[in-house]
């Protein structure tokens, strides 16, 4: 069975920092293109950052310099690293890994 488990969301103020994790379970995690998205109420889902297997990476502008993007391969882990937090980030996270999804995490920041 496939599954992809995020944790590490929360309610933080703005400025701080975040790291969340992504387990996944059931599919070749080494071999797969993985990313993390984000939605926030009444918007679009949105690719904030993605890496392939060989480890390129990839962000939204919005993000680059503030969150960085990882995986774990021995871990079946992909990681998103979140600095200096803002208002704007605040959304319910996706990780997503050879076209499956987890269910999702919320961030929400505060001013």
């Known amino acids: 069975q496939v599954q992809l488990v995020e944790s590490g969301g929360g309610s933080v103020q703005a400025g701080a920092s975040l790291k969340l994790s992504c387990a996944a379970s059931?599919?070749?995690?080494?071999?797969?293109?993985a990313a993390w998205y984000r939605q926030a109420p009444e918007k679009e889902r949105e690719l904030v950052s993605s890496i392939s297997s060989a480890g390129t990476t990839r962000y939204v502008d919005s993000v680059k310099g503030r969150f960085s993007i990882s995986r774990d391969n021995a871990k079946n882990t992909l990681y998103l690293q979140m600095n200096s937090l803002k208002t704007e980030d605040t959304a319910v996270y996706y990780c997503?890994?050879?076209?499956?999804w987890g269910q999702g995490t919320q961030v929400t920041v505060s001013s």
């Open positions: 059931g599919i070749i995690f080494r071999n797969c293109v």
């Open positions: 997503t890994a050879c076209m499956r």
